[in-house]
């Protein structure tokens, strides 16, 4: 009964291993890196840039193949290998896209708010919010895919919803303390550098933990299913 019990894994603890994976292994871990090597500094060159870029989409992508390959086992899915490359193929190109989006794109939307009188940080939040949300969503439109049986866009929608979300909330708990993106000393301190990490880490962790949630659910209901056609 002992072994037993010690060789089964408890599900909550194999949930946050999952979501520890697209957290650290695809977030902390690549982006610590690239800015330990000093390759995204303002002065950093192009080859710099693309170094961080190739260290950050490598990690990326291992960490979404990381929290697949647990989120399928956790759910009892034989197609572990499958959502473990359709996580990775998804994640990591996804959070490359987002970031150029918004890198390329922050000045063009800057200069269009300030005709309009928005504050700096209204228009981070505009920016990150949806591209969390489109991370998130193709991420598990992707999962949903791969197990071939899930609810593929609830899979996506939940998880994107809660995941931009958390990070709006961690932006606006931030601002309150004082950390505001744009505000004064902003430059200074790399408000908006922290501000942002931070978010995606609560982001992330969010977006997984629902997307761990919709899968257990739909696996609940559909052995329920089982048992009454049974």
């Keep these: ?25 695809g977030i902390i871990i690549p982006f610590s890196l690239a800015f330990l090597l000093g390759l995204t500094g ?19 992508c291992l960490g979404g193949r990381g929290f697949g390959r647990r989120l399928a086992r956790i759910n009892g899915s034989p197609e572990v290998r499958r ?7 998804s994640y990591g190109p996804a959070v490359i896209v987002a970031g150029l989006v918004l890198g390329f794109g922050e000045p063009a939307a800057f200069r269009a708010t300030q005709s309009l009188g928005l504050p700096i940080h209204v228009l981070f939040q505009m ?3 949806p591209a969390v949300f489109l991370v998130v969503a193709v ?17 996506a ?17 931030q601002d309150l303390l004082g950390r505001r ?23 992330a962790a969010a977006g997984g933990a629902m997307m761990h949630l919709v899968l257990h659910q739909h696996a609940v209901s559909g052995i ?4 009454d056609r049974g």
């Design 181 to 203: 993106v744009g505000g004064p000393g902003a430059a200074a301190t790399a408000t908006m550098v922290t501000v942002a990490f931070s978010g995606a880490l609560v982001a």
């Design 157 to 173: 929608l939940k998880p994107g919803a809660v995941a931009a979300l958390g990070f709006l909330l961690s932006t606006l708990i």
């Design 224 to 227: 329920a299913g089982e048992s």
């Design 139 to 155: 991420t598990g439109l992707a999962i949903g895919h791969a197990l071939r049986h899930s609810p593929a866009r609830e899979v």
């Design 83 to 89: 959502v473990g490359r359709a996580a990775a193929a």
């Design 42 to 60: 303002l002065e950093s060159s192009p080859f710099e840039y693309l170094m961080a870029g190739l260290i950050v989409v490598t990690g990326a």
């Design 127 to 129: 920016m990150f919010v």
């Design 1 to 25: 009964m002992t072994a037993d019990r010690a060789e089964a894994p408890h599900p909550g603890r194999t949930a946050v291993a999952a979501v520890g994976w697209l957290v650290f292994g």
